[in-house]
């Protein structure tokens, strides 16, 4: 028999489970895509940001060349940097290089995925169903669940594996 603070706490992680949407992993070629979210937007928010870590297990480089979802008229690939002492975002007109043996994190202050002209704005817990296409390993379909408005900020960073 489980005690009464054992059930509480039980019940308490169930909630949280239930009501959480589960970022899962996926796979196309040599690419393993893990990690993806979206931010939930603020009520008429036009944009948001779709946020992943790419790996490349391949001997050789892909490159993210466009994004798309229903739920957004425009996905465009997207980075932010530091250009004399000003952030600036622009769009990657020819794509996002993922090199050989390497990781590359989307993440908030850095690369990452803009979806454009959303007409309803993400809300926390529901799933937005993307495609992300590779110039080598062609294109996967890929749900982004939907985490809080905030969060943490970063840049971009590539991590040797």
Do not use: W
């Not at 196309?28 to 297990?57: D, H």
């Not at 990452?112 to 809300?123: G, I, L, N, R, S």
């Not at 905030?150 to 991590?159: F, P, S």
């Amino acid at each position: 028999m489980l005690k009464p603070v054992s059930l509480v706490t039980a019940f308490g992680l169930a909630c949280l489970l239930c009501n959480s949407a589960v970022a899962e992993d996926f796979t196309i070629g040599a690419l393993k895509i893990s990690e993806p979210y979206v931010r939930a937007m603020v009520p008429g928010a036009p944009v948001g940001g779709g946020y992943m870590t790419i790996t490349n297990t391949g001997s050789t480089d892909d490159r993210l060349v466009t994004a798309g979802s229903p739920r957004a008229g425009t996905v465009q690939i997207h980075e932010m940097k530091m250009d004399n002492d000003v952030m600036v975002m622009r769009e990657l007109a020819n794509g996002l290089t993922i090199p050989a043996g390497k990781t590359v994190e989307l993440k908030p202050g850095g690369y990452h995925v803009m979806f454009m002209k959303v007409a309803e704005p993400f809300k926390q817990g529901q799933v937005v169903k993307s495609t992300l296409t590779f110039e080598k390993a062609g294109t996967v379909a890929i749900d982004f669940p939907v985490g809080p408005v905030a969060g943490g900020t970063g840049g971009h960073q590539e991590i040797a594996k």
